[in-house]
């Protein structure tokens, strides 16, 4: 495969990224496949395994979890924080399988992820 053309480094956008939802992209630099989540999904469908980015634009901390109805490794992602590589932390690339929304900005236990972006 021959790369003819160049992308430029992408930054999410709150124009696709609306407030109150965590969004997900299937590649890096929030890019790919777009979901939005406004509430828990145990199961992802076809975003299973997928996810490359995230952004975090609630009041509140979002777990992901490795495997589906929230078993596997989990991790929290705190309001307003990004990952726009999921390689970088603790090689999450297209290892998500669910996601929970929490009732606090807390992350409890879980171990966080990604830098703060601003929501
Ligand atoms: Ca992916
Ligand atoms: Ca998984």
Do not use: E, H
């Not at 009041?59 to 991790?75: I, M």
């Amino acid at each position: 495969m021959a790369f003819t053309t160049t992308q430029a480094p992408a930054s999410a956008s709150p124009a696709q990224c609306a407030d109150n939802r965590l969004c997900a992209w299937s590649d890096d630099n929030y890019l790919g496949i777009f979901t939005a989540y406004t509430a828990s999904a145990p199961a992802l469908g076809g975003d299973n395994d997928r996810f490359n980015s995230l952004w975090n634009r609630n009041s509140v901390s979002w777990y992901v979890y490795v495997d589906a109805y929230n078993g596997g490794a989990k991790y929290c992602v705190r309001p307003g924080y990004s990952v726009s590589k999921l390689n970088d932390w603790f090689d999450l690339d297209d290892k998500i399988s669910a996601v929970q929304k929490l009732g606090s900005s807390s992350c409890g236990t879980a171990t966080p992820i990604g830098s703060y972006k601003g929501s």
